[in-house]
């Protein structure tokens, strides 16, 4: 099946953690200010909850809000494993993408670092993928869940330029493959995933000096990537999307609920690992995740002590409580709802996983120290994101004032390509559609 418009290529550049409030300084940078120039820009793009990645980049795909996709945290819930498995593989996604319904029309599709794609049917495709168990290597990972042949030609030109998981140093390695996909390839749908100043922000800070030198480095790739294209095809029938999936808090504190749930008997650990539990906490770092264990799911004896915790926990800023909410109240907000509890964490903490101490100031923790983090409700002050669109099919010079979140994207994209994505939860964006 060939496509309806063989020359229409979609390239979707996600900016990890770059936020509404970062606008007014890359519109001083001379290759994102010139696609706000051309194209349609949505400057206040609310996220889905929790504010994570994985399920962030999961809904701009499906449309849907990660109650409805199936990816709910970056990590599966995995008490047994200090180093829990995340949601790479397409399997934890449970309704379709848009580069699914893509590859069902003949669309050539690519993917680099894009996460939740790994083991997906893309074409020329390296997931985000890390080897998080001790007999395993990143080279025996990434080969079984991409694209192998594509990942080896890829290794072999430019893995040098990498240096594990830090950055600069693996956008340059995501760059370097990018450019020479669109050139070797010309793929008509490519998905490209940018890390830096997500990781940047975490080290050092929301506003560090090293997070605008990431920012920086986002705009000259930015500009590389569109003369490769201005090199590879007609830019008249080429759309370029650069968008966001959420931004960052500056944190002072974490907070371990498993902890309490231990002293309290709740949960059982041996040396690093939790062996059983009746309750756990799970993190999303500005959420955090009360499950019960199954066989516990309707002991209302269980279910009112631990709503009868929680609610006393949230009364001390100790613990860095915001709001706690039913699971059904989560669900609501679009997050799990089989949870049994969602703790939201108050202005400038965030929420981990570990059992030996209550709570840490940030410069002391050694494990997930982050500076800065996300995870938090989508609707919090200078914390939304941003939508920019240019090329085949959009606007030009269009500001959108209406409010958009962001499992709107994944509708407006297929309305663009001539796809159809079913049962979203998002809206077509039509005003700056063509």
């Not at 799911?297 to 409580?321: P, Y």
């Not at 994505?421 to 063509?434: H, M, Y």
Request: charged share 25%.
């Amino acid at each position: 099946m060939k496509k309806k418009n063989p020359k229409h290529r979609v390239i979707v550049i996600s900016l990890d953690a770059m936020g509404a409030r970062d606008l007014e300084y890359m519109k001083t940078k001379k290759h994102f200010a010139s696609l706000c120039s051309k194209g349609a820009l949505c400057d206040h793009v609310s996220s889905v909850y929790p504010t994570l990645t994985y399920p962030a980049h999961v809904s701009i795909v499906t449309g849907m809000k990660p109650v409805n996709h199936g990816v709910i945290n970056n990590t599966c819930l995995q008490p047994n494993r200090p180093d829990p498995d995340w949601m790479w593989q397409r399997k934890f996604v449970k309704t379709t993408t848009l580069y699914d319904e893509a590859i069902k029309e003949g669309w050539i599709t690519a993917g680099l670092l894009w996460p939740v794609t790994a083991k997906s049917k893309i074409k020329y495709n390296i997931p985000e993928v890390l080897a998080n168990r001790p007999w395993q290597n990143q080279v025996m990972v990434s080969a079984m869940n991409s694209s192998l042949l594509y990942l080896l030609d890829c290794n072999n030109r430019f893995g040098h330029l990498r240096d594990g998981v830090r950055q600069p140093a693996l956008d340059n390695f995501v760059h370097q493959s990018a450019l020479y996909t669109i050139r070797k390839y010309n793929p008509d749908l490519f998905l490209i995933h940018f890390t830096d100043l997500d990781t940047n922000r975490h080290i050092y800070g929301l506003d560090h000096e090293k997070t605008f030198a990431a920012m920086d480095r986002h705009d000259e790739r930015l500009g590389e990537i569109i003369q490769a294209l201005e090199e590879t095809g007609d830019m008249n029938n080429t759309t370029i999307i650069v968008l966001g999936d959420h931004c960052q808090f500056n944190t002072q504190q974490a907070v371990y609920f498993n902890y309490i749930l231990k002293e309290k008997g709740y949960l059982q650990t041996k040396k690093d690992k939790i062996t059983s539990y009746r309750v756990i906490a799970k993190n999303c770092d500005g959420a955090c995740y009360i499950y019960l264990n199954p066989k516990e799911r309707n002991n209302e004896t269980l279910k009112q002590e631990v709503t009868e915790l929680f609610t006393e926990l949230s009364k001390d800023m100790t613990h860095g409580i915001e709001s706690v909410f039913t699971g059904e109240m989560a669900g609501k907000l679009g997050a799990d709802n089989d949870c049994y509890l969602m703790l939201e964490a108050a202005d400038g903490y965030y929420f981990l996983d570990e059992f030996d101490v209550l709570t840490l100031p940030v410069n002391q923790i050694k494990k997930h120290k982050m500076r800065a983090t996300h995870g938090y409700l989508p609707n919090k002050k200078d914390y939304q994101t941003f939508f920019l669109v240019s090329g085949y099919g959009i606007q030009e010079g269009i500001l959108y004032k209406e409010e958009m979140a962001l499992y709107d994207e994944g509708p407006t994209l297929a309305k663009l390509m001539g796809l159809h994505l079913p049962d979203t939860d998002g809206r077509v964006i039509g005003d700056i559609l063509v």
